[in-house]
């Protein structure tokens, strides 16, 4: 992993974020993208370790398969890999706008930038939301069992099967699961926080621009 290339990305997003913003970068960076690769993969990658107690060529294999029909570690990577692509959308659109020389005063939402910010945060608010879900499903909630039962072919019977390490595997799921599920509701607040900042200086404007406007209208009748 290029952790320049990371960091100048969430850098990059930072200067034009919300306190709501910079919030959802630490916890990102920090509590699930550090989490991840220094110790979510050192637990999950030990698929070798499974073990049924049948020596039945191929039955391990298939309960497995069972079991575990997504990998946690590859859902999260995915999940990690989609929750970065609207930052990049920012970023690339900062830049863009940037060399244009569009934008001078870092932390100024405003045009373009403010859609495309709006639209990233419900981006990632879905992108959470869905693999939530998607791990619920697959797996009927997010608790691991000690024992499982196969009787998958070619497995002659019911066969018990174990996983190794199901309390520290429980821990880290609950905790990457408790991460994401926080993400949402700041993103959520966040845009709630956008759109209302959003109406009251699009009210503050039309107040000047009325005032002007009357203003000018008294200085023509005065004048004539």
């Known amino acids: 992993m290029n952790w320049a ?5 969430f850098s ?12 959802w970068i630490s916890i990102v960076f920090i509590f699930r993208t550090l989490v991840f690769v220094v ?19 191929g039955c391990t294999n298939v309960c497995y398969n069972l079991i575990f029909p997504i990998s946690h570690i ?12 609207p930052s990049l959308l920012v970023v690339g659109h900062v830049k863009l706008c940037e060399h244009k020389g569009y934008y001078v005063n870092p932390g100024k939402k405003h045009g373009g930038l ?5 639209f990233s945060l419900i981006f ?41 390490q199901p309390t520290e595997k429980k ?20 845009i709630i926080y956008l759109v209302a900042m959003h109406i009251i200086l699009t009210q503050h404007r039309l107040l ?14 005065m004048t004539t």
């Open 74 to 85: 590859h859902l999260w990577a995915l999940q990690l890999i989609f929750i970065t692509c």
């Open 39 to 57: 110790a979510v993969q050192q637990v999950w990658n030990d698929e070798a370790s499974f073990m049924c107690n049948t020596d039945q060529p």
């Open 12 to 23: 990059g997003v930072s200067k034009y974020s919300t306190a709501f913003g910079r919030m």
């Open 114 to 118: 403010w859609w495309t910010y709006l």
């Open 5 to 9: 290339s990371l960091q100048d990305v």
């Open 208 to 221: 000047f621009f009325t005032d002007r406007a009357v203003l000018l209208l008294m200085d023509v009748f």
């Open 124 to 164: 990632k608010v879905a992108i959470d939301a869905g693999f939530l879900y998607i791990i619920h499903y697959i797996y009927q909630g997010f608790g691991l069992p000690n024992l499982s039962k196969c009787s998958l072919s070619p497995c002659p019977n019911v066969v018990d099967c174990f996983i190794s």
């Open 171 to 190: 821990i880290f799921t609950f905790f990457m699961v408790t991460t994401s599920a926080l993400c949402i509701p700041i993103c959520i607040v966040e």
